[in-house]
Every structure is written in C-alpha cells, then in structure tokens.
C-alpha cells in the first residue's frame, strides 16, 4: 500500500538504472542549487534563506537536493528509495520518505495543497516546481552523498497479507504468553521492538553484546501527528502518545526512563530538530509517530530515531480496519521478533496487558476521556468522566478506565469543584476497582495512594501505596509527585525534595512540575533555592500564575517585603483591584502593603464564595496573615470537618506559623493523625 492506502505498483521501470547514473553526474558537477531565496549547499550539506542556515536534518536534505537536481521532473517512489533508503535494513520506506518531505516542506514553508516547491504526485512520486539555478560548478559532493549507481532488481515483491486474517481471533504462541491484541499493544510491540532495535543496532556495529551505561537510558514520545485532517480525531492521536508512554515506562523501568507527557506535548508542531529535542531533554532515542484514520481504516506508524546521529534506527508501519483494531494479526509480532532479538520482551510482556480492554467502543471512549482530562480544567474532567463511564460500561473490566475515573475525581476534590467527601470515595472505590482488576496497575495505586494522602490521611497505607505504583513503573511521574507531597508534610524534607526532581526530570519542561519543586523548596524553608528555582520556571512559563504565587510567597517569608509587594500589587491589579487600593499599596511600606494586599484577596475570595466552593484551608492562611486568629481556627476547623486535602500541608506550611503557639494548633495535629 501507498502513503494514500492504495495498492501501489511493485516494480521499477526499464532502464531505471541508467537515469540514476545521470543523476549523480547531475548532482556532482554542482556545488550550489539556488532557488528563489533559498541556498542549497551541497560541500557542506546546508541549506540557506537569505544567508541564514535552516535546519534542515542529513535524510531530508539529500532528499531535498534529489528533487531539486531533477527541476519539472517527476521523481517516482522508487527512483527516490534506490537513491538514498537502498539497504538501509531497518527503515520503513514508505513513512521515512513521508516523514523527510513533510520536513522538507516546514523548512521551506511549504504548503502541500498548495505547492510552491515540491508537487505530490499521488502513488507515483514528486516534482520539484520551482525554477532552480545552479552555481560554482565545482565536481565534488558530500561524501554522504556518495553510493554506487546500479540496476535494482525487478519485481521485488512484498508478503502477501491475507484480509482474512486480519479478523482472526488472537493467536497464542506456544510455550508463551498470548500475543498482545490492544490497539496499545500495536504500539507497544512497536516501541519495544525499536528499543531492541537500538541495541541491536549496538550490538552489530561492535561485534559484542550491547551494555547500557550507568543509569538508565531516557527516551521521549514526541505527540503522534494526525494525519486525518480533522482536530476531532486528535484524541486518538494525543490518547496513543500517552498510552505508549504509560506502557513504555513499564516496560523495562530497570534500564529505560521515559519522560512525560507534558514535556513532550510541548513539541507539537514546534519545528525543533531531533537533536535540539534529545539536548533539551536528556535524551538519547525518540520516537515519532503518526496516525490516520479514513473510512474504517486507520494506519498507525512508529519510528525511532537515535538523538546522537539522528539516525532513524527503525521504522514500522501498520494499518488495520477500525472494527478490527484490537486484534493485532499474529504476523506483526512475528515479524518484529524475527528482525529485533525478541528476547528481551518474554519476561515483561505480561506487564503490557496491564488493565486493557478487547472492546474498540471502550478503548475510543477512554481516549477521549484522558484527552479531556489532560487538558484540565473542571469541566474538561467532568466530561472525561463521562467517558471513563462510557468505557467501563462498555467493558467492565477496563481497569485503565476505573483509575482514569480515580484520577478525575481525585483532582475535581483537591480543587473544591466537587466536595472532598463525595469526590474522595469515589476516588477510592474506583481505584480498588481498578485493583481489584489488576493489580500490577502503577496508575491505580498512585491514586489509591493519593487517596489515602489527600483525604483519608492514612499516612502508612499512602506510603505504601506510592512505593508500589514507583515499584512498578518508576517513569510514572505522578506516583513521584504526590509521593514528595507526602514526605513533605511528614517533615522529610531532604527524600521530598529528591522525589519532587525526580518528578521534575520526568517532565523536564511542565511548568507545573519546575514550579512544584520551588513549592516544595518553600515548605522546607529553603527560601534562596525556592527562589532560584522559580525564576528558573518563570524563564520556561513567564506568565504561569503558581510560580508567580510562589515567588511572591519566598520573598514574603525571606523578609524581602518589597520585592514580595510587586509581585502581588501587579497580580491583584490584573484581577481588577480598585485604583485606591493600588494607591494604598504605592504609599505602605513593603510588610504593611502586604497585609493590604491579603486583605483585598480576602474580601474578594468571601465573595467569589457566595457563588461556588472554596477550600476552607484558604480562608484560615488569609485570616492568620491579617492577624485574626480566631477566623484563621475556625476555617481550620471547617476544614477538618470537609475533609480539606490542602490539611496535608499544616504540619510544615509557613503560612500558619502565626497560629502554632496556640494550643488549638497541636490539638488539631493531633486530630488530623500527623505521627509525633
């Protein structure tokens, strides 16, 4: 099939051979192409607009210069795979050549429906339509550029696949685990195929076996591009680049580490190359991927590129119909075994059906419903529940979906959209459900563990469930996060902290978890490196409101009254304050402005209360910084009675240092459980 899925010839015109000859002639007796502003260098392997150099990586750029050496000709498929993919054991084609014409055309703005450079031809191959002149004549190209023209053999023809097939029921291989039949297990078997890929690839290079080093080798999933041409369908495509790193970060926790989710979504579409990506993040492989979904098809393909050469190490490409997107035909892993040493998968492949489903309507619904939670917000998670609903429904026992459903009303209850007692134990009922289904589930015992942290202050039982979810897949940031928060208000502050960075270098670019680790610097009292490590977030996000609120807070309790009052007199002007407060501010001094400022904060959040649910944690650190001890107990009080998750943090929160020579204090430690 061709990148239209359609059936494409499979063979190579007559004379083909002799067309390639001249077109190395063509390309050696040229040093530079030059086509409207642009520059192709082809001594350096650079291209250039205006003078300035594009980034433009080693694969896309000899196809680039293939096109442009053959100006108003057709190039076909084949003529462009015998040029520069010819032997390269390892590469899907197909998508590699999908892939460098896509980059191509982002280096030179280009449009695909509206072509100023490059024309798609469809199933047959590309034209480059713009004039081109060439420059220097010199006789020598890049060595990269060097191979021996010869006559490819003819009718090279692929395996027959049998449709039929393809609705089979799934196959068990004898003496061994049942072949993995999940949409997630297409990419599961992908990915660690590529893995093994990467150390094949080790191994053959040296002649010896492959030994990692120290530590573990990181890897990011960049999002999954849809293809479609509908931002309907980016559920799907943002649900499989999630999955894939769920099921990665379980898939050999001893020797690979996979980043989050949030630090990869930021390169959606954000035009960095390969190496940029791996030195901004600390990687050294990534994977890419796409999918399209037309008719009742869908094609998803996966590749993995090495960050130090950015090499494309392996490649793979699967279409399936959707009704039968769930039963993966036995000759997918057949196939990856045979050219990747399978040997690595048999002892982890149980894990990969960790809480998944046979159901296509369940497994559609649950990404939706992650795609909605991601995106955050109270509504978002409202609507997400619906769809874990819809999964479970459709499939009782989708364990995923029960801890996606934990992780909804989990968050709805930490921010008061939904009242702690009732989100809380639907929190746990779910989670236990989850378990109950599968046990070696990371995500439901992160959130079980979050249950007993957050609303039942069941510190032991929280503990451990957080040092088994980090057990079972050590890449799961959240289980890292709310971990530190747990060891935070135990008053562990040196294991917080490292578990908060660890939180952090999985999800190196989240501004929520840079900023975090500044809270959490905050609540051990370590004030200079809170700050140090905000103004860090705030180069990352320079708008992102936590970081702000946190900056201002380790000034404030540093004694660094007017730098804490600038901060708070530009965010309470941007919510509307009145021009005589703001005038007050501009005439206190720092500390007494302060209080000015928390003040106006409290009358406004008494109001924005009338309309809905407010944390009562909230109202007692405002009362206590205003001075009012007896309004600062008894939002405590409420809070202890509403179940208040942001009670977790009494112990160690500098906020309520004001009130602990009161009696009152230590008597509601005591009632909340804190170990002595």
Not at 114 to 135: C, Q
Not at 431 to 441: G, N, R, S, V, Y
Request: glycine letters at 6%.
């Amino acid at each position: 099939l061709d990148s239209d899925g359609q059936a494409a010839d499979i063979y190579r015109p007559a004379g083909f051979g002799n067309r390639v000859i001249a077109m190395r002639a063509k390309i050696s007796q040229e040093s530079l192409i030059r086509f409207e502003d642009f520059e192709l260098a082809l001594k350096s392997g650079e291209l250039r607009k205006a003078g300035t150099l594009v980034k433009l990586q080693p694969q896309p750029f000899k196809v680039l210069v293939l096109l442009a050496t053959h100006a108003g000709e057709l190039v076909t498929r084949e003529e462009i795979q015998q040029q520069i993919w010819e032997g390269e054991t390892f590469v899907d084609f197909e998508h590699g050549l999908n892939f460098c014409v896509k980059r191509v055309r982002a280096a030179l703005g280009d449009n695909a429906q509206a072509p100023r450079f490059i024309e798609t031809l469809p199933r047959r191959g590309y034209r480059f339509i713009a004039p081109v002149e060439y420059l220097n004549g010199a006789d020598s190209i890049p060595d990269s550029m060097r191979e021996e023209a010869h006559t490819p053999d003819y009718a090279q023809k692929e395996p027959d696949v049998d449709p039929a097939r393809d609705s089979e029921m799934e196959k068990v291989a004898p003496g061994g685990p049942a072949i993995l039949t999940q949409p997630r297990a297409i990419v599961i078997i992908v990915l660690a195929a590529a893995l093994i890929a990467a150390l094949y690839f080790a191994w053959n290079r040296s002649g010896k076996p492959f030994n990692p080093p120290a530590g573990k080798a990181m890897l990011v999933v960049l999002p999954f591009e849809n293809l479609t041409g509908d931002s309907e369908q980016d559920y799907f495509s943002d649900g499989l680049t999630e999955e894939m790193i769920a099921e990665l970060g379980r898939l050999q926790p001893e020797r690979l580490g996979v980043i989050a989710r949030t630090s990869s979504m930021i390169y959606r579409a954000a035009g960095k190359d390969i190496r940029q990506i791996g030195r901004e993040l600390g990687v050294a492989y990534v994977i890419e991927g796409s999918v399209r979904r037309e008719g009742d098809r869908t094609r998803i393909t996966v590749q993995l590129i090495q960050v130090s050469d950015q090499t494309h190490l392996w490649s793979e490409t699967y279409e399936r119909s959707n009704q039968n997107l769930l039963k993966i035909q036995s000759e997918v892993a057949e196939r990856v075994a045979r050219s990747l040493a399978f040997e690595l998968l048999p002892a982890h492949s149980s894990k990969l059906l960790s809480g998944s489903t046979r159901q296509p309507e369940a497994y559609d619904a649950y990404l939706k419903g992650r795609y909605l939670w991601n995106k955050g917000g109270a509504e978002n998670l409202k609507k997400s529940i619906a769809y874990f609903e819809q999964a479970v429904e459709k499939d009782p026992s989708y364990g995923l979906a029960y801890a996606g459903l934990s992780d909804c009303y989990r968050l709805l209850g930490i921010t008061h959209r939904l009242s702690p007692l009732e989100a809380f134990p639907n929190a746990k009922e779910t989670a236990l459900k989850a378990l109950e289904i599968d046990d070696t589930m990371a995500e439901a015992h992160a959130a079980l563990g979050s249950v007993k942290l957050w609303f039942e202050w069941d510190w032991p039982e929280a503990e451990r469930e957080f040092k088994r979810a980090i057990a079972l897949n050590p890449s799961y940031g959240p289980a890292h996060h709310d971990y530190a928060w747990f060891l935070v208000a135990m008053g562990r502050f040196d294991e917080g902290i490292a578990e908060i960075k660890r939180a952090q270098e999985l999800d190196p670019l989240s501004p929520l978890a840079n900023s975090d680790v500044g809270w959490v610097y905050l609540r051990a009292r370590l004030y200079d490196e809170a700050i140090a490590q905000i103004k860090r977030t705030l180069e990352l996000e320079p708008d992102f409101g936590s970081a702000h609120a946190c900056l201002e807070h380790a000034y404030y309790y540093k004694g660094m009254y007017a730098e804490a009052l600038e901060i708070a007199r530009r965010e309470i002007a941007d919510l509307g304050a009145s021009p005589e407060v703001l005038s007050a501010i501009a005439g206190a001094s720092g500390a007494e402005g302060i209080k000015i400022v928390k003040r106006w904060r409290l009358n406004r959040r008494l109001e924005t209360a009338k309309q809905r649910s407010l944390a009562p944690y909230g109202f007692a650190t405002l009362y206590a910084a205003v001075g009012d001890k007896d309004r600062a107990f008894e939002w405590l009080e409420r809070a202890f009675e509403e179940g208040d998750p942001s009670l977790i943090s009494i112990k160690v929160d500098p906020a309520l240092d004001p009130l602990r020579a009161d009696p009152r204090f230590d008597d509601l430690l005591r009632r909340i459980g804190f170990p002595e």
